[in-house]
């Protein structure tokens, strides 16, 4: 059973605030990662698709490491704002008959003002 | 961007009833599109893979005749809940990936379903 867990559960910062969690995933065959944002009431909303080790990808504020030989990915915020406040998801790619996700139970964010 | 819609947000029904929940894709087409349950304080998890034209495929452990799913067209996918009971209650999610089943599209997801089974 492949098993994707991310940490903290979840975490309360200041405004202002850097902040980082982690994803662990599988070393072996690995094909994708990828990170989600997930306000509450909306849908999830993709934020990078990871692929090659080493690979560093940034969207304004938020970036996301990936080293697929150690099987972990890290997603940093820099300067927090209250509207970062989400749930973060990874999700691990696999093909079975498919191309399938493994989620993971998300890390949730609280910024406060 | 790739907008995906979930229809009901919430149903609460009694239990030995059947629930329909809708996934559209609005503004592409989707080939395959997945459903996802999710409960309290743990992942989503997927539930099966609902392709366009053919037979659903379940992940291991989900019933494929509680949960029904059909795939009509490009653009919608349901799933039937059929004699819901209140261990069905869960929060069900639907996400559709354009272009072909053999790339690595992102996947884009609606809002979600509550379903609370009396």
Same mark, same amino acid.
């Given at each position: ?15 202002? /605030? ?13 094909y994708a990662l990828h ?11 993709a934020?990078?698709v990871m692929t090659?080790?080493? /690979? ?35 999700a691990?790619g696999v093909w079975d008959s498919s191309y399938k996700l ?12 | 961007?790739a ?5 009901? @947000? ?15 894709s609005?503004?592409f087409q989707a080939t395959t599109m997945f ?14 893979t609902s392709n366009e034209? @053919? ?19 490009l ?14 209650? @869960?929060?069900?999610?639907?996400s559709a990936r354009p272009g072909t089943s053999g790339s690595v599209n992102e996947q884009f ?10």
């Amino acid at each position: 059973i492949l098993n994707v867990e991310q940490s903290p559960q979840s975490l309360h910062v200041q405004e202002g /605030d850097s902040t980082n969690f982690t994803c662990s995933f599988p070393s072996s065959n690995f094909y994708a990662l990828h990170w989600y944002r997930w306000e509450t009431a909306k849908s999830p909303e993709a934020l990078f698709v990871m692929t090659l080790n080493g /690979d560093e990808k940034k969207k304004g504020r938020i970036s996301a490491t990936l080293n697929t030989k150690e099987g972990y990915s890290y997603l940093y915020i820099k300067g927090s704002q209250p509207e970062d406040s989400a749930t973060y998801l990874c999700a691990f790619g696999v093909w079975d008959s498919s191309y399938k996700l493994i989620f993971g139970s998300g890390t949730r964010l609280l910024v406060r003002p | 961007g790739a907008v995906v819609s979930q229809h009901p @947000s919430r149903v609460i029904c009694k239990s030995g009833t059947s629930v329909k929940i809708e996934c559209r894709s609005l503004d592409f087409q989707a080939t395959t599109m997945f459903w996802y349950r999710q409960f309290p304080k743990q992942s989503l998890m997927l539930m099966a893979t609902s392709n366009e034209g @053919s037979k659903a495929t379940y992940e291991q452990g989900v019933e494929k005749d509680k949960f029904l799913i059909n795939h009509a067209s490009l653009t919608l996918s349901t799933l039937t809940v059929t004699s819901a009971h209140p261990e069905d209650s @869960s929060f069900y999610i639907c996400s559709a990936r354009p272009g072909t089943s053999g790339s690595v599209n992102e996947q884009f997801f609606g809002p979600g379903t509550r379903l609370t089974v009396l």
